[in-house]
T-cell receptor, first 112, second 112 residues
Framework: SQQGEEDPQALSIQEGENATMNCSYK?????LQWYRQNSGRGLVHLIL?????REKHSGRLRVTLDTSKKSSSLLITASRAADTASYFC????????????FGGGTRVLVKP | ETGVTQTPRHLVMGMTNKKSLKCEQH?????MYWYKQSAKKPLELMFV???????ENNSVPSRFSPECPNSSHLFLHLHTLQPEDSALYLC???????????FGSGTQLSVL
């Protein structure tokens, strides 16, 4: 089974609201990354958080990492219609040969 | 613009055709990757090249044949594909394995 699994699979919110999505994984990791994908396009890297870090911010994005629970969350504050996309977590684990393993993604729809 | 360019953007081919996908990165990265993204499935890693050497072949059928002539270029040669091979094929690069990936826009492949 896949290393990273996102929850929920889909999320619909109003513009201005916050969006939170979670990622759970199974094995110890070196880092966890979040990516964004607009429909039919390539993925764009958002944030990388290392295993010894607990929280990271980038603009309206906030990522947390709880290695004891093997989980991470991505929070998008004050969402905009342009945030509509799929969001994926990816884990880098030594057990996986330092190859990134992606989850199935969360589809976020921000309604204007 | 991520610095990773993929061509073509769209490709329709019959099962008896031979075609090639091309990827070029202008970032000076040492690792390049092919991923397959099918509907309702997580991103699947197909091949990894580090310093032009193939370091990963993730049980990919032989009808997919990668080629990495130098550290900036990556090809995926396709022959006798099946309809279930229809998917978005994404190329990515990174400075080294496990670090953040820069993706191209992908090739949307349809096999008839």
């Amino acid at each position: 089974s896949q290393q990273g699994e996102e929850d929920p699979q889909a999320l619909s919110i109003q513009e201005g609201e916050n969006a939170t999505m979670n990622c759970s994984y199974k094995t110890s990791i070196n880092n966890l990354q979040w990516y964004r994908q607009n429909s039919g396009r390539g993925l764009v890297h958002l944030i990388l958080i290392r295993s010894n870090e607990r929280e990271k911010h980038s603009g309206r994005l906030r990522v947390t990492l709880d290695t004891s629970k093997k989980s991470s969350s991505l929070l998008i504050t004050a969402s905009r219609a342009a945030d509509t996309a799929s969001y994926f977590c990816a884990t880098d684990a030594s057990a996986a040969g330092n190859k990134l393993t992606f989850g199935g993604g969360t589809r976020v729809l921000v309604k204007p | 613009e991520t610095g990773v360019t993929q061509t073509p953007r769209h490709l329709v081919m019959g099962m008896t055709n031979k075609k090639s996908l091309k990827c070029e990165q202008h970032l000076g990265h040492n690792a390049m990757y092919w991923y397959k993204q099918s509907a309702k499935k997580p991103l699947e890693l197909m091949f990894v090249y580090n310093f032009k050497e193939q370091t990963e072949n993730n049980s990919v059928p032989s009808r997919f044949s990668p080629e990495c002539p130098n550290s900036s270029h990556l090809f995926l040669h396709l022959h006798t594909l099946q309809p279930e091979d229809s998917a978005l094929y994404l190329c990515a690069s990174s400075q080294q394995s496990g670090e953040k990936l820069f993706f191209g826009s992908g090739t949307q492949l349809s096999v008839l």
